[in-house]
């Protein structure tokens, strides 16, 4: 069936470090591909979505880059900041279009 | 803009308690959902509605009913609460279509059974 993986449980950097989160996907479809945020206290926010394969997306200074070729969808940034200190989501909507699957999100932790 | 107003914010329950919690939206989406979200496991799909009056399962329905008696609200009940069980329920619609896609989410109700 349909899956995301996110292999990185916790990434803990400096700022202005660059950031790289891993996300590759499976899926026997041309899925739409998202990164959602949640910062604490809050619930998850949409950072970014890609709908065709070998686009980019961008917000924010954040990138992805939806890979068909490699079913991946990583999240990179340059020189994060500690206000992006948060949990990201990769997740993807595809065979049943209703249904989006997350990935088990990676916590970020910036330190100043 | 609109927003999505969970309730309540904390539940505490007793085991074998049947809990319920509300999602109401004011966005007119047609799509609801709710998840389940635990720590290491990310956000688990439990129901999701299609429009009023729709259910349908998601990957973690057993011991969950849903109801979607109004566009703008979706119901979740735990229909019997597991002992030490401690979780945060999030409830989203979504807008889609014209080249949108985008779930917006409500705060989440934390839940603890003593």
């Known amino acids: 069936g349909d899956s995301v993986i996110q292999m990185q449980g916790q990434v803990t950097l400096s700022e202005n470090d660059f950031l790289f989160i891993n996300c590759t996907y499976s899926?026997?479809?041309?899925?739409?591909l998202f990164w959602y945020v949640q910062y604490s206290g809050e619930g998850p926010q949409l950072l970014l979505q890609?709908?065709?394969?070998?686009n980019k997306g961008s917000s924010r200074g954040f990138e992805a880059t939806y890979d068909k070729g490699t079913t991946s969808f990583h999240l990179q940034k340059t020189s994060v900041q500690e206000i992006d200190s948060a949990v990201y989501y990769c997740a993807m909507s595809d065979t049943n279009a209703y249904k989006v699957i997350f990935g088990k999100g990676t916590h970020l932790h910036v330190l100043p | 803009g609109g927003i999505i107003t969970q309730t309540p914010k904390f539940l505490i329950g007793q085991e074998g308690q049947k809990l319920t919690l509300k999602c109401q939206q004011n966005?007119?989406?047609?799509?609801m959902y709710w998840y389940r979200q635990d720590s290491g496991k990310g956000l688990r799909l439990i129901y999701y509605s299609i429009t009023e009056n729709d259910l349908q399962k998601g990957d973690l329905s057993e011991g969950y009913d849903a109801s979607r008696e109004k566009k703008s609200s979706f119901s979740l009940t735990v229909t019997s609460a597991q002992k030490n069980e401690m979780a945060v329920f999030l409830c989203?619609?979504?807008?889609w279509g014209g080249g949108q896609d985008t779930q917006y989410f409500g705060p989440g109700t934390r839940l603890l059974v003593l």
């Open positions: 966005f007119n989406h047609d799509t």
């Open positions: 989203a619609s979504r807008d």
């Open positions: 899926t026997t479809g041309y899925p739409t």
């Open positions: 890609v709908t065709t394969a070998n």
